[in-house]
């Protein structure tokens, strides 16, 4: 299982299969190309954005660059709003709506990573959205 998220650079295996990290200023990096080529044999799309703030150029850019690399092939789209410790009360729908449609989901979930809070959730959010079959690692 292959699971393309946007949210550090790099690549990873674990124990849920291969997962493809895209960071919106590293773009313009040449391991992004291979990251991107990854997204044909994703399971899973996660956009993690800083939920703290609104969307920014580096967030629109990896939207579009998503909509174009996995256009028409049905990838189930997760939104993950990290450090929700820092958001202010009044800018969440906001910031949620905007995420939201820029992202073109409706499922998120609002993490504060450094201390662990909603990890277990949006794991399970993730893993939800994975077919079932036989490990391929």
Known sequence: VKVALTEPF?????????AVFIQGRALGYPGVEQARSSLEAADVILFVGDGAHHPGAGDEEVAKMLDRDSQGRGIPRLLCLNKMDQLKAEDVERNVQAFCKLVGTEEYMMTTATRGHNVDRLVEMIVAKLPERAPMY
């Open 10 to 18: 790099g690549v990873r295996l674990g124990a849920a299969g291969g």
